[in-house]
Structure formats: structure tokens, C-alpha cells
């Protein structure tokens, strides 16, 4: 397949940042299942390095990775591989144009390098100069909707021949991914289903992921009360006047002890208010699963004047709320949550 024009790789990058996010997966955080492909890869293709690379218009994010450790534990045979150095704390993140993973992309078929040093366009690579990469096996990671994600891909610290039972058994593993990405899609559409009963609520809800509080979702009450915002920006950054009255300090608390913590009885001028009013804000963390770290906070504000509804009424609805999204199960919260 040709390579994309620039103005082609361009509306291809923003189709594949937007499409990480709503899967949850523009971050570098390790996962299990990438993981393990990495390691299958590995082990099948009898190389030292690999790696489950997505990429979206500023970086490459390893979220799966095998490297050799130098251990006995090591199930890939690198003798007389030239390792050159202990790569068990590489980093999970590189720039855009490092290595060969955005020549794959950009080509959107798989690339084999059985030498590096038998191709001038790739000799120079900074990832042959850094880790004595001497060939390489590039393998496009597409979607269920036939986006191409990244890459899986296998490496050698020595030249090699990928032949051909090997490149179509990287494709066939890379295949394998596209369940993950229909059950990611799969639980998306529960979300919306549980975001539908948020729109409804008589009062401002909002969800953020992480410890900068990436915004995920917000109901029609939280842009009428506190200002629509922009997806995936930044909480703090959007919204400095629940900021400055502590609402994001009382997320962080809730997201590092896994308790609910409340901003009792605080002033705000509102957009959909000519006079200030007072709120009380409960922030209930949330996760995925009864086992799994809490990766959210749920932040419900309530009219501290009488409207809306009162302190145990809400606390309910977080329980509730928490409760739903454990039966989404693992992977729920990594999802795309819109924001209304």
C-alpha cells in the first residue's frame, strides 16, 4: 500500500489520537493484555525485544512491552543476540519519529527490516544508535472500524531473516487485539446507557480519570451551572472557579485514599444564575471492579439551598453509581466517555 500524503498522515493522526482516547488508550500505562502479545510476539518470533506500540500525533506509547532482563527467567534465547545493555527499565513512551513503528503507519503495512544497515533511509534511525537495534519486523495494528492504531512489533539486536511463516504469524497475533477493541466498544455503548440517566439528574455531575483530572463527562446541569468544556481537557485548567473553591483539591483526596470527601457549603457565581449560590460538592472515587485501583472521581454538586437533592439522597446515588460501574467490569472507566 502507498505511504499517505502529509496532508493525509495529518487527518489520519487526528482520526487516530481522537480514536486512543475513546478508547482509553492514548496514555503510556501498562497493560496485561498488551503485554502478553508482546511477549507471545516474542516468544514466537525468537526476538529480545517487543512491543505493543500505539500512537497518536505527538508520541509513541508502549502500553505493551517484552525486553530482556538478563535474568534466567527469560523464556527468549538472546545468546549471541548482542544485548548490549540491561533494557528491563525502558522507557514506555518515545517521540513521534523515533524508530521504525511511524514508517508502519504511515506506510500502513508491515515492514521488515531484515538488516537496518542494508537500507540508508533507516541505518541513521536513533533507535539503531541507542539500543543497537539491527533489525526489525513492523506490523500495522488496526481497530474493529479499520483504524490503524500503532503498531506490534519485534526486534533484534542482529541481522535476521523475517521470512515469510513469520510475518504472517505477527499479522495473525496482531489480529487478535480486534476482540479487545470490540469489547472496549462493547462497554462504551453500556456507558452511554448509565450517561443517559445522568443527563436527567436535577444537579452538576461530572467524571474525570486520573490524577490531572482529565474531563470525561459532564451532564447538561454541569455546563449550564459551571460552563460547558472542552473533552479530554484538562479539569483544573477549564475549570478554575471550582478549582479555587477546593472542589479539585477534595478529588485528589478522594482519589488517593479511595474515600468519598465532600467541599461542604461553598459560594459560586453560576452561568445560569444572576446571584451566587451555595453548593456542597461530594467527590466518590470509582474504579472498574471491586479488585481494581481507583482510576476516577465522581464529582456531584448539590444546591446547598434547598434545591436538588440532599446529603444522603446523593451519597446513595455515588454508591449507586460506583456499583454500576463495577458491573461494567474491568476496562469500563479506560473507556470513552462523552461529554454532554
Not at 496514555?27 to 525485544?49: G, K
Not at 540508508?120 to 543497537?132: E, M, S, T, W
Not at 464529582?299 to 446515588?317: H, R
Request: charge should be negative; aromatic fraction near 8%.
Amino acid at each position: 500500500m502507498d505511504s499517505l500524503s502529509p496532508e493525509q498522515q495529518h487527518a489520519a493522526g487526528e482520526q487516530r489520537t481522537h480514536r486512543l482516547r475513546i478508547l482509553g488508550l492514548n496514555t503510556v500505562e501498562a497493560e496485561a493484555t498488551f503485554d502478553r502479545v508482546a511477549r507471545l510476539a516474542a516468544t514466537f518470533t525468537q526476538s529480545p525485544l517487543a512491543m505493543v506500540n500505539f500512537i497518536n500525533d505527538e508520541r509513541q506509547m508502549f502500553r505493551g512491552m517484552f525486553v530482556p532482563t538478563g535474568s534466567d527467567e527469560d523464556p527468549v534465547d538472546t545468546a549471541g543476540g548482542g544485548i548490549p545493555f540491561d533494557l528491563s527499565n525502558l522507557a514506555r513512551e518515545a517521540p513521534g519519529d523515533y524508530g521504525f513503528c511511524p514508517h508502519v503507519v504511515a506506510q500502513q503495512s508491515q515492514l521488515a527490516l531484515d538488516d537496518v544497515f542494508d537500507y540508508p533511509r533507516f541505518k541513521g534511525n536513533a533507535l539503531v544508535n541507542d539500543l543497537g537495534v539491527r533489525s526489525y519486523l513492523g506490523t500495522p495494528l488496526r481497530d474493529n472500524t479499520g483504524v490503524i492504531l500503532g503498531t506490534v512489533c519485534v526486534a533484534d539486536f542482529k541481522p535476521r531473516t523475517w521470512d515469510r511463516q513469520l510475518r504472517q504469524g505477527m499479522q495473525e497475533l496482531t489480529e487478535t487485539l480486534l476482540s479487545e477493541f470490540k469489547l472496549r466498544d462493547s462497554l462504551l455503548a453500556q456507558q452511554q446507557e448509565l450517561f443517559a440517566v445522568f443527563d436527567g439528574a436535577p444537579f452538576p455531575i461530572m467524571l474525570t480519570e486520573g490524577p490531572e483530572h482529565l474531563l470525561r463527562y459532564a451532564n447538561g446541569k454541569q455546563g449550564q451551572a459551571f460552563g460547558m468544556v472542552p473533552q479530554f481537557s484538562l479539569g483544573r485548567r477549564v475549570l478554575p472557579g471550582l478549582d479555587e473553591v477546593g472542589v479539585f483539591r477534595a478529588m485528589d483526596d478522594a482519589l488517593r485514599t479511595g474515600r468519598p470527601t465532600t467541599v461542604p457549603r461553598v459560594s459560586l457565581r453560576t452561568y445560569d444564575s444572576p446571584a451566587p449560590q451555595d453548593f456542597n460538592f461530594l467527590c466518590t472515587p470509582v474504579r472498574t471492579s471491586p479488585s481494581a485501583p481507583f482510576k476516577g472521581v465522581l464529582t456531584v454538586a448539590m444546591n446547598a439551598g434547598g434545591q436538588g437533592y440532599g446529603g444522603a439522597e446523593s451519597q446513595a446515588f455515588a454508591a449507586n453509581v460506583q456499583q454500576r460501574f463495577e458491573q461494567l467490569g474491568g476496562g469500563a472507566l479506560s473507556d470513552g466517555m462523552p461529554l454532554r
